[in-house]
């Protein structure tokens, strides 16, 4: 049995193990929602969200 080392890995949806696939926040989407490197939103979403996070003054 591996344990999971490094950075967290959010995966593709046709990636994903079907137990860790759920739906996005935002959109609904399928996405790697649960688990090792799960996160609420999509990857789409996931990338708006850390834009927005941003500083402004970093932005553009
Ligand atoms: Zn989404």
């Known amino acids: 049995m591996t344990s999971p080392t490094g950075?967290?890995?959010?995966?593709?949806?046709?990636?994903?193990p079907p137990q860790m696939l759920?739906?996005?926040?935002r959109c609904f989407a399928p996405c790697h929602r649960y688990g090792w490197?799960?996160?609420?939103l999509c990857q789409d979403h996931q990338r708006e969200a850390a834009a927005l996070q941003k500083p402004k003054?970093?932005?553009?």
């Open 7 to 16: 950075t967290p890995v959010n995966l593709p949806p046709q990636n994903c």
């Open 57 to 60: 003054h970093l932005v553009g």
């Open 22 to 25: 759920g739906r996005c926040a």
């Open 37 to 40: 490197g799960g996160n609420p």
